[in-house]
Protein backbone atom coordinates (compact mmCIF):
# COMPACT_ATOMS: atom_id res chain seq x y z
CA UNK A 1 0.00 0.00 0.00
CA UNK A 2 3.06 2.77 0.69
CA UNK A 3 4.38 2.00 -2.45
CA UNK A 4 1.19 2.59 -4.22
CA UNK A 5 0.78 5.66 -2.50
CA UNK A 6 3.87 6.76 -3.55
CA UNK A 7 3.54 6.39 -6.65
CA UNK A 8 -0.29 8.51 -7.09
CA UNK A 9 1.43 11.31 -5.49
CA UNK A 10 2.58 14.30 -7.69
CA UNK A 11 5.99 14.82 -8.62
CA UNK A 12 8.13 17.51 -6.38
CA UNK A 13 10.77 19.31 -6.51
CA UNK A 14 13.23 20.24 -3.46
CA UNK A 15 15.14 23.48 -4.37
CA UNK A 16 17.71 23.85 -1.96
CA UNK A 17 20.00 26.87 -1.97
CA UNK A 18 21.20 29.72 0.59
CA UNK A 19 17.72 29.94 1.99
CA UNK A 20 15.06 28.07 3.45
CA UNK A 21 14.36 24.99 0.94
CA UNK A 22 11.50 25.42 -1.45
CA UNK A 23 9.31 23.17 -2.83
CA UNK A 24 7.59 23.20 -6.43
CA UNK A 25 5.62 20.60 -8.56
CA UNK A 26 6.86 22.60 -11.70
CA UNK A 27 9.99 22.14 -12.87
CA UNK A 28 10.16 25.25 -15.48
CA UNK A 29 9.16 27.68 -12.27
CA UNK A 30 11.85 25.49 -9.83
CA UNK A 31 14.56 26.25 -12.68
CA UNK A 32 13.81 30.13 -12.70
CA UNK A 33 13.42 30.57 -8.87
CA UNK A 34 16.87 28.53 -8.35
CA UNK A 35 20.06 30.57 -8.07
CA UNK A 36 23.68 29.43 -9.55
CA UNK A 37 25.11 26.57 -7.64
CA UNK A 38 21.75 25.59 -6.21
CA UNK A 39 20.35 21.91 -5.69
CA UNK A 40 17.33 20.71 -7.58
CA UNK A 41 16.19 17.32 -5.90
CA UNK A 42 13.61 15.36 -8.01
CA UNK A 43 10.74 13.07 -6.70
CA UNK A 44 9.87 10.12 -8.94
CA UNK A 45 7.82 10.46 -12.02
CA UNK A 46 7.66 12.00 -15.04
CA UNK A 47 8.41 15.77 -15.02
CA UNK A 48 6.79 17.31 -18.18
CA UNK A 49 7.81 21.11 -19.67
CA UNK A 50 6.35 22.70 -22.66
CA UNK A 51 9.10 23.41 -25.40
CA UNK A 52 12.74 23.48 -24.24
CA UNK A 53 14.45 23.67 -20.70
CA UNK A 54 17.10 26.05 -20.67
CA UNK A 55 19.87 25.63 -18.34
CA UNK A 56 21.61 28.73 -18.10
CA UNK A 57 23.11 28.76 -14.89
CA UNK A 58 24.85 26.30 -12.66
CA UNK A 59 22.78 24.01 -10.87
CA UNK A 60 22.42 20.26 -9.90
CA UNK A 61 19.35 18.29 -10.40
CA UNK A 62 19.32 15.13 -8.43
CA UNK A 63 17.00 12.62 -9.13
CA UNK A 64 15.42 9.13 -7.42
CA UNK A 65 17.51 7.25 -10.11
CA UNK A 66 17.11 5.24 -13.39
CA UNK A 67 17.15 1.74 -12.25
CA UNK A 68 13.98 -0.24 -10.73
CA UNK A 69 16.24 -1.83 -8.02
CA UNK A 70 16.88 1.75 -6.84
CA UNK A 71 13.52 3.76 -7.75
CA UNK A 72 11.06 0.77 -7.34
CA UNK A 73 8.80 2.99 -4.39
CA UNK A 74 9.37 6.20 -5.67
CA UNK A 75 9.53 5.58 -9.47
CA UNK A 76 12.18 6.88 -11.54
CA UNK A 77 13.35 10.29 -12.42
CA UNK A 78 12.05 11.40 -16.02
CA UNK A 79 12.45 14.69 -17.60
CA UNK A 80 10.45 15.22 -20.53
CA UNK A 81 10.42 18.38 -22.82
CA UNK A 82 8.40 18.57 -25.69
CA UNK A 83 11.81 19.59 -27.72
CA UNK A 84 15.37 19.43 -25.44
CA UNK A 85 17.03 20.12 -22.29
CA UNK A 86 19.61 22.70 -23.17
CA UNK A 87 22.36 23.54 -21.01
CA UNK A 88 23.95 26.42 -22.08
CA UNK A 89 27.50 27.64 -21.50
CA UNK A 90 26.66 29.93 -18.38
CA UNK A 91 25.38 26.21 -17.06
CA UNK A 92 28.92 25.54 -17.27
CA UNK A 93 29.86 23.32 -13.91
CA UNK A 94 25.77 21.86 -13.80
CA UNK A 95 25.54 17.89 -13.03
CA UNK A 96 22.45 15.64 -13.12
CA UNK A 97 22.86 12.10 -11.29
CA UNK A 98 19.75 9.53 -11.15
CA UNK A 99 17.76 11.23 -14.37
CA UNK A 100 16.12 10.00 -17.82
CA UNK A 101 16.02 12.11 -20.12
CA UNK A 102 12.77 10.85 -22.43
CA UNK A 103 13.96 13.70 -24.89
CA UNK A 104 16.89 15.49 -26.63
CA UNK A 105 19.92 16.69 -24.62
CA UNK A 106 21.66 19.03 -26.29
CA UNK A 107 24.11 22.02 -25.24
CA UNK A 108 23.40 25.45 -26.66
CA UNK A 109 20.07 26.32 -29.13
CA UNK A 110 22.18 25.18 -32.16
CA UNK A 111 23.05 28.49 -33.10
CA UNK A 112 24.95 29.70 -29.78
CA UNK A 113 25.90 28.96 -26.31
CA UNK A 114 27.14 25.56 -27.03
CA UNK A 115 30.07 25.47 -25.27
CA UNK A 116 29.73 24.68 -21.34
CA UNK A 117 32.82 23.25 -19.58
CA UNK A 118 32.56 21.11 -16.38
CA UNK A 119 29.22 19.15 -17.35
CA UNK A 120 28.73 15.93 -15.12
CA UNK A 121 25.92 13.16 -15.75
CA UNK A 122 25.96 10.57 -13.16
CA UNK A 123 23.81 7.11 -13.50
CA UNK A 124 21.36 9.04 -16.22
CA UNK A 125 19.90 7.24 -19.44
CA UNK A 126 19.16 8.99 -22.54
CA UNK A 127 16.59 7.72 -24.72
CA UNK A 128 17.06 10.12 -27.28
CA UNK A 129 20.06 12.35 -28.78
CA UNK A 130 22.78 13.56 -26.38
CA UNK A 131 24.43 16.29 -28.42
CA UNK A 132 27.69 18.20 -26.85
CA UNK A 133 29.13 21.38 -28.27
CA UNK A 134 31.98 22.51 -30.02
CA UNK A 135 34.76 23.32 -26.93
CA UNK A 136 32.92 21.54 -23.87
CA UNK A 137 33.88 19.49 -21.69
CA UNK A 138 31.60 16.53 -19.69
CA UNK A 139 32.20 13.93 -17.39
CA UNK A 140 29.88 10.99 -17.86
CA UNK A 141 29.80 7.84 -15.23
CA UNK A 142 27.32 5.10 -15.30
CA UNK A 143 25.12 6.17 -17.87
CA UNK A 144 22.85 4.29 -20.62
CA UNK A 145 22.68 5.50 -23.85
CA UNK A 146 19.70 4.58 -26.17
CA UNK A 147 20.32 6.63 -29.10
CA UNK A 148 22.87 8.82 -30.83
CA UNK A 149 25.95 10.69 -28.95
CA UNK A 150 27.43 13.55 -30.69
CA UNK A 151 30.49 15.59 -30.10
CA UNK A 152 30.14 18.41 -32.33
CA UNK A 153 34.04 18.99 -31.32
CA UNK A 154 33.49 18.86 -27.98
CA UNK A 155 35.30 17.13 -25.49
CA UNK A 156 34.07 14.36 -23.25
CA UNK A 157 35.39 11.37 -20.79
CA UNK A 158 32.68 8.18 -20.10
CA UNK A 159 33.22 5.32 -18.06
CA UNK A 160 31.16 2.58 -17.25
CA UNK A 161 28.64 3.39 -19.51
CA UNK A 162 26.70 1.49 -21.94
CA UNK A 163 25.43 1.79 -25.27
CA UNK A 164 22.65 0.09 -26.68
CA UNK A 165 21.46 2.13 -29.99
CA UNK A 166 18.55 0.83 -31.77
CA UNK A 167 18.80 3.19 -34.39
CA UNK A 168 19.04 2.27 -38.10
CA UNK A 169 22.28 1.28 -40.11
CA UNK A 170 22.62 4.95 -41.70
CA UNK A 171 23.86 6.59 -38.15
CA UNK A 172 26.47 5.98 -35.75
CA UNK A 173 25.63 5.35 -32.25
CA UNK A 174 28.98 7.68 -31.18
CA UNK A 175 29.85 10.11 -33.42
CA UNK A 176 31.37 14.03 -34.31
CA UNK A 177 34.40 13.87 -31.93
CA UNK A 178 37.03 14.58 -34.29
CA UNK A 179 39.08 17.41 -32.86
CA UNK A 180 37.72 17.66 -29.21
CA UNK A 181 38.60 13.99 -27.86
CA UNK A 182 36.70 11.16 -26.55
CA UNK A 183 38.02 9.22 -23.64
CA UNK A 184 36.06 5.85 -22.91
CA UNK A 185 37.12 3.42 -20.10
CA UNK A 186 34.96 0.31 -19.24
CA UNK A 187 32.39 1.14 -21.39
Known amino acids: LLATTAKAQLQRIVLQGGGAPQVFTDLGAAVTAAQSGDKLYLSGGVFNYTGSLVVDKTLHFIGAGIGPDSSSVTNTTSISPTTAVQVFTAGSGSSFTGIRFLNTMQYGDGAANFSPTGIVFQRCEF ?61
Open 127 to 187: ISYAHLGAGSTTVIDECVFRFRFYGYDGQATVTRSIFSYGGTATHAPISAFTTGGLTMDHC
